[in-house]
């Protein structure tokens, strides 16, 4: 039962089962383990970037293809939601119609950009994707009478998702029992279905024809796949989940704007954790995505700590101020992409 | 047994659009030009808005040629170009501000020499830098698409932060030097004088690079390896060393775009090479990759649209070199030139 759940695709290392059972059971009843409006803040975090980083690696591990983009089509989802609940009023409605829209928008636009680019050849469309998403970013945060410009949008969410909702009397486990609860586990549930759908197609026949084009494209439009119609449709997938995130995002922080959804930042945070973790498969996404949001918001201490143990010394502190902590993650995404291409999860493995 | 059929051949000159066809890319720059001028009411903001539109073109392809080329002959497309070009405006600012006597001074000839020695120590010192970028960071993932992008994306975030150790996260604000500050008029336009410097520095650029590309050997070498690596190699002529030595010069302009892009904007961030490298890219890709004078044309077609259209409709500037490069892509899917490939 439990092997058709995760699609046959079994970790395959006694380790990485061990690590996946635990962040899935610390994410699974974090309000409960962790309480305080951080750690549960951190780990809706972390789910959703799980969604968002697994979507990527559909494209990157799986398909070969280089997009930035990403971040637009989280974007593209969040956005929708807040318009939504915007304009239609508060209500699960115009949740369901801003992120279905939303997602709509995003496997559109991924497809028109992927028929423009993938045609000619997969290079262009990373270059294609840069500027795509940089033009757009711009242009939401010009378009200010629609999307509130830099400063963005707060909006407000069914009142059963907000702290002053309580489904029963008292506290459940020592936890107030009030909408709060029920938005992580909203949440959480569509971030484990998601993410379960995923496994899914990535294990299909789907996934496979994808995985004998990024080995070997020339060869996959030999045996008759066309290639083109694989790449174009992985993209638009991937961008549509992608979006359905943002939109799990913006629920969850009831705000959206250019930095939280659609800066380059949360770009090269994916890229990073995409290969951190392991590309390729998708419980790389895992556990990048957990030690990379844990360590955005804890490693930063350990640098500034380290940075005092050395503040006699020159330059050296500046190199451990704890702003510098993506200076030090790019070193260790090149040394990855160099010796651990298939990151940790791969390690594990044994590969 | 029938006769042979008569010899009757037929001389027809080809047609007009036949003809054009080699031309098409700089009819484009041209019908471009007319095109602004029809839709721009008054003559003098045309004419300031083509110079500045000159001007922003030829610095993104003195930005841009370097990745062009280097993609051509080796086929690494680098990601981490835009760090040369902060780099290259962070060396040359910080060598202005301490010259500052000589920038400061209303001589025209001593803010010449200063703005010199800001260019040649910024294009030295990314030079030196690309040799490094290239022996460290894209040497072993050589004929891997996926992993140099990664990797060269990686070591620009490094370098960013780099600049951010060394110079601090603060924005750097710059002063042009004193005669080239202000306009002159021509013909009721204002004409800002540090633009046409810009057009001029492009343009003999451009002009040593088509040389040293058709008439020098070193060049033949380039262009030969452009379009048959394989077969240079195998008459004896070491690529390796004509790459690297293509990847430094290619470094170099970066940084020598980046000083006249950083005194253009009058002001320096980390990040602003990885902003260029947005109007970069798409040069290259509607320019056709590793092709120098599709860079060249492409670049003057994004500096003449982003300005024009901004003076139009301000909002729309950024979309419409996308809606340019989707249809260029749409007239000639490889970009205006192509190269083509023995492979």
């Not at chain 1, 997009?67 to 807040?82: D, R």
């Not at chain 1, 930042?265 to 990073?272: A, P, T």
């Not at chain 2, 600012?93 to 010449?112: D, F, K, R």
Request: net charge positive; glycine share 10%; aromatic share 10%.
């Amino acid at each position: 039962m439990l092997k058709t759940l995760v699609s046959g695709d079994t970790p395959r290392s006694p380790f990485l089962l061990a690590i996946l059972i635990v962040i899935l059971i610390c994410l699974a009843f974090a309000p409960f383990l962790f309480p305080g409006v951080r750690s549960v803040d951190t780990a809706a975090r972390i789910c959703i970037f799980i969604v968002l980083v697994a979507s990527y690696d559909l494209l990157l591990g799986y398909g070969g293809i280089v997009s930035f983009a990403h971040t637009m089509f989280f974007g593209l989802g969040a956005y929708g939601v807040a318009l939504a609940n915007t304009h239609m009023g508060r209500g699960f409605d115009a949740l369901l119609v801003g992120s279905v829209a939303g997602a709509g928008l995003a496997a559109l636009l991924a497809l028109v950009i992927g028929l423009f680019s993938l045609r000619v050849r997969a290079i262009f469309f990373a270059m294609i994707t840069l500027a795509v998403a940089s033009a757009v970013a711009v242009l939401v945060s010009q378009l200010s009478t629609l999307t509130g410009g830099e400063d963005g949008l707060s909006f407000k969410i069914p009142r059963a998702l907000g702290p002053a909702f309580k489904f029963m009397d008292g506290e459940l486990f020592g936890v107030k029992a009030n909408g709060k609860l029920l938005k992580y586990y909203l949440v959480f549930i569509s971030c484990f279905v998601l993410f379960l759908l995923m496994l899914r197609v990535v294990n299909s026949p789907f996934g496979r024809v994808l995985q004998a084009i990024r080995e070997n494209d020339f060869r996959a439009e030999a045996i008759g796949y066309r290639v083109v119609h694989y790449r174009v449709a992985a993209t638009c997938l991937s961008a549509a989940i992608a979006a359905l995130a943002g939109a799990l995002y913006a629920v969850w922080l009831r705000y959206v704007g250019p930095d939280t959804t659609l800066s380059m930042e949360i770009m090269i945070d994916i890229l990073l954790m995409v290969v951190i973790g392991g590309m390729g498969t998708m419980y790389g996404a895992v556990i990048g995505a957990t030690l990379f949001v844990l360590a955005q918001n804890y490693l930063q201490n350990v640098l500034s700590l380290a940075g005092e143990s050395v503040s006699s010394l020159p330059l050296l502190p500046d190199l451990l101020n704890a702003d510098r902590w993506l200076l030090w993650l790019g070193v260790l995404f090149i040394l990855s992409v160099y010796f651990f291409p298939t990151g940790i999860v791969g390690r594990l493995r044994g590969k | 047994m029938s006769a042979a059929p008569k010899h009757a051949p037929t001389m027809a000159q080809m047609s007009l659009a036949e003809r054009l066809a080699p031309y098409a890319p700089i009819l484009l720059v041209i019908g471009l030009v007319i095109a602004g001028f029809v839709a721009i009411p008054a003559t003098s903001s045309w004419l300031t808005l083509t110079v500045s539109g000159l001007a922003m073109g030829m610095m993104i392809f003195i930005m841009a040629s370097g990745l062009t080329l280097v993609f051509g002959l080796m086929d690494v497309i680098n990601f981490g170009h835009g760090a040369f070009v902060s780099v290259g405006a962070f060396v040359g600012v910080s060598l202005l501000l301490l010259l500052e006597h000589m920038t400061g001074a209303p001589n025209l000839l001593w803010n010449l020499t200063a703005l010199m020695v800001a260019i040649v120590g910024a294009m030295a010192a990314t030079g030196l830098m690309g040799y490094a970028f290239e022996r460290v960071i894209v040497k072993p993932v050589y004929g891997h698409h996926l992993k140099q992008i990664l990797v060269t994306m990686g070591g620009l975030i490094v370098v960013e932060q780099l600049i951010i150790v060394l110079w601090g996260p603060e924005e750097i604000y710059i002063t042009r030097p004193e005669s080239l500050k202000g306009a002159i008029t021509f013909a009721g336009a204002a004409l800002e004088k540090y633009r046409l410097v810009a057009v001029a520095i492009g343009l003999v650029v451009f002009l040593a690079m088509r040389y040293t590309l058709r008439r020098t050997k070193i060049g033949l070498i380039v262009r030969a390896g452009v379009e048959n690596g394989e077969m240079v190699q195998a008459l004896g002529y070491n690529l390796r060393m004509v790459f690297i030595g293509v990847f430094v010069a290619g470094s170099a302009l970066a940084g020598l775009g980046g000083v006249l892009w950083g005194l253009y904007q009058e002001v320096i961030t980390a990040h602003m090479g990885n902003q260029t490298m947005i109007l970069v890219f798409i040069v290259v890709i509607i320019g056709g990759l590793g092709s120098v004078e599709g860079c060249f044309i492409g670049a003057l077609m994004v500096g003449l649209m982003q300005n024009y259209v901004a003076f139009l409709e301000p909002k729309a500037a950024l979309i419409s070199n996308i809606a340019l490069m989707v249809a260029i892509l749409m007239w000639r899917p490889m970009g205006m030139i192509p190269v083509v490939k023995a492979k």
